[in-house]
């Protein structure tokens, strides 16, 4: 597995999770990262993406709520959530490596009301 994302779960309206996705050194050295989304009946969308300098970019939605990062020493992309919103409901994945080749598995995140 060249991508592993983790950390999904269900949460309360309000709560907080954090992703990781561990990626294998070819992937992830100096590449973009980023996260996205699939809800239900929808297309997959961008929630966050992280340039291998360390610039951030945000879908509206998610500005001020969530941050993504990474570690390059340990190969991984993180997406701390907070004050996750029933809409936030979705399987996130991952994805990087040259040209945004590379996808994980997805984790589900559930957000109850």
């Known amino acids: 597995v060249q991508l592993q994302a983790s950390g999904g779960g269900l949460v309360q309206l309000g709560g907080s999770l954090r992703l990781s996705c561990a990626a294998s050194g070819s992937i992830f050295f100096n590449y973009d990262m980023g996260w996205y989304r699939q809800a239900p009946g929808k297309q997959r969308e961008l929630v966050a993406t992280i340039t291998g300098g360390g610039r951030t970019n945000y879908a509206d939605s998610v500005k001020g709520r969530f941050t993504i990062s990474r570690d390059n020493a340990k190969n991984t992309v993180y997406l701390q959530m907070n004050n996750l919103k029933p809409e936030d409901t979705a399987v996130y994945y991952c994805?990087?490596?040259?040209?945004?080749?590379?996808w994980g598995q997805g984790t589900q995140v559930t957000v109850s009301s």
């Open positions: 994805n990087g490596g040259m040209g945004g080749l590379y």
